[in-house]
């Protein structure tokens, strides 16, 4: 069901951890399936020098975090920001479509940490959004009764 390489992710998970003082910190879950990742970014000048992660979950969320941390460590904001679920999927040679949610979450933990970011630093990424709140669907719904 799984390929090789989200196995292996799975069993020996790169960059696990956290990161003391990180710049950017992103937590994000889906509470449906109760995975929750949490991202750690250490940036430079720019450039993601180490990125650790926390993921509680299934074997595809901790392998689609440890991928992703992989695809973004030493990059520029720029790139990581172009690193997709998909670009995670690829990279592990694909997920079963009940997972594709895993590498999902993990596209949103590294924006959020980017976000998290920007906002210590007063800064604006641009083309990232701020992060989703996947409990809170209904909040926009009333503002036109009042």
């Not at 399936?33 to 750690?40: L, P, Q, R, V």
């Not at 392998?63 to 695809?71: G, P, Q, R, V």
């Not at 630093?121 to 209904?138: A, F, R, T």
Request: aromatic share 4%.
């Amino acid at each position: 069901m799984y390929s090789e390489k989200v196995m292996d992710h799975f069993m020996n998970p790169r960059n696990m951890g956290e990161i003391e003082n990180a710049s950017g910190v992103g937590v994000v879950g889906n509470p449906k399936c109760g995975d929750i990742m949490k991202i750690y970014l250490d940036i430079e000048d720019g450039i993601i020098k180490d990125v650790k992660f926390k993921t509680f979950g299934c074997g595809a969320a901790v392998a689609t975090s440890s991928m992703a941390t992989e695809l973004v460590k030493g990059k520029t904001i720029e790139e990581a920001l172009k690193v997709t679920n998909k670009a995670v999927m690829e990279a592990l040679d694909g997920l079963p479509p009940v997972k594709v949610h895993c590498s999902v979450l993990a596209e949103e933990a590294i924006h959020a940490a980017l976000w998290d970011y920007a906002q210590k630093n007063g800064i604006e990424i641009e083309g990232l959004k701020p992060p989703v709140d996947h409990d809170d669907h209904h909040h926009d719904i009333h503002e036109d009764d009042e």
